[in-house]
C-alpha cells in the first residue's frame, strides 16, 4: 500500500471516528461532544490507534470518566479502530464560542448583564 493510499485511509478513519463521537452526549449539557468543541484532536495512526484530545466544560467536571469512556466506545466502535488513546486537557480552556452546530446556534447571542437587586 502506497504512503498516499494509506494517509487516505487514515483520514477516512479519522473522519468516521468525528461522525461517531457524534454519539457522545454531555450529560449535563444534552449535546454532542462535537458540537460542544469538547474534542480538540482526532487521528488513527498507522497501527489503527485512535487518538482523541478532549476537554470538559471545567476542570474537576464530575461526568470526566463518563465522557472519557463515552469518546472510547465510540471510536472502538468505528470500524478498522483497533485501540484508542484519550488525552484530557485544560488547554486551553473551554468556552462557549467553541461550541458549533445546533449547540452553537442555541448559545445566547450576548453575554447576559450581572443583576443587582439593590
Known amino acids: 500500500m502506497s504512503p498516499a493510499s494509506r494517509s487516505d485511509e487514515r483520514e477516512a478513519l479519522a473522519d468516521a471516528l468525528r461522525q461517531s463521537l457524534r454519539g457522545v452526549i454531555d450529560p449535563e449539557l444534552g449535546e454532542n461532544l462535537v458540537d460542544l468543541g469538547l474534542i480538540y484532536f482526532v487521528a488513527v495512526d498507522d497501527h489503527a490507534t485512535a487518538h482523541v484530545v478532549m476537554t470538559t466544560?471545567?476542570?474537576g467536571c464530575p461526568a470526566v470518566g463518563f465522557l472519557k469512556d463515552g469518546v472510547e466506545r465510540a471510536a472502538l466502535a468505528v470500524s478498522g479502530v483497533q485501540a484508542v488513546e484519550v488525552a484530557l486537557t485544560y488547554d486551553?480552556?473551554?468556552?462557549?464560542?467553541?461550541?458549533?452546530g445546533p449547540a452553537g446556534q442555541r448559545r445566547p447571542t450576548a453575554k447576559p448583564r450581572f443583576w443587582r437587586p439593590w
Open 57 to 59: 466544560t471545567t476542570q
Open 92 to 100: 486551553p480552556p473551554w468556552t462557549p464560542d467553541m461550541m458549533a
